[in-house]
């Protein structure tokens, strides 16, 4: 069982940048690969980045590509998205999310993951 805990969010203009933070309970946290999903009003929830167990690897989206970068600290239980260069279509809830370690990882792909916190909303402002 692990429990996740965003904390971060806020209000910020365009151009601004946001460090959100997930916090993990539990002793396994390294058994998880960890991404970051996002849902802005009255849209599908959508995949915004990801990072494998050990932090060597990581995945974006498009759209966030050059400007969000995700890094974890096994050794703290947390995960952390690192927003620069924000917009307003950035704008939305977000949700951390973790993943068990399998033979296969669909990292894109929301109902893979296995735990999800309560999300942090990011409001930029043009």
């Known amino acids: 069982q692990v429990q996740l805990a965003e904390s971060g969010g806020g209000l910020v203009q365009a151009g601004g940048s946001l460090r959100l933070s997930c916090a993990a309970s539990?002793?396994?946290?390294?058994?998880?690969?960890m991404g970051w999903f996002r849902q802005a009003p009255g849209k599908e929830r959508e995949f915004v980045a990801a990072i494998s167990w050990s932090g060597g690897s990581t995945y974006y989206a498009d759209s966030v590509k050059g400007r969000l970068t995700i890094s974890r600290d096994n050794a703290k239980n947390t995960v952390v998205l690192q927003m620069n260069s924000l917009k307003p279509e950035d704008t939305a809830v977000y949700y951390c999310?973790?993943?068990?370690?399998?033979?296969?990882?669909?990292?894109?792909?929301?109902?893979?993951?296995?735990?999800w916190g309560q999300g942090t909303q990011v409001t930029v402002s043009s």
């Open positions: 999310a973790a993943y068990l370690k399998r033979s296969s990882w669909f990292y894109r792909t929301e109902n893979w993951y296995d735990y």
């Open positions: 539990g002793r396994t946290f390294s058994s998880y690969h």
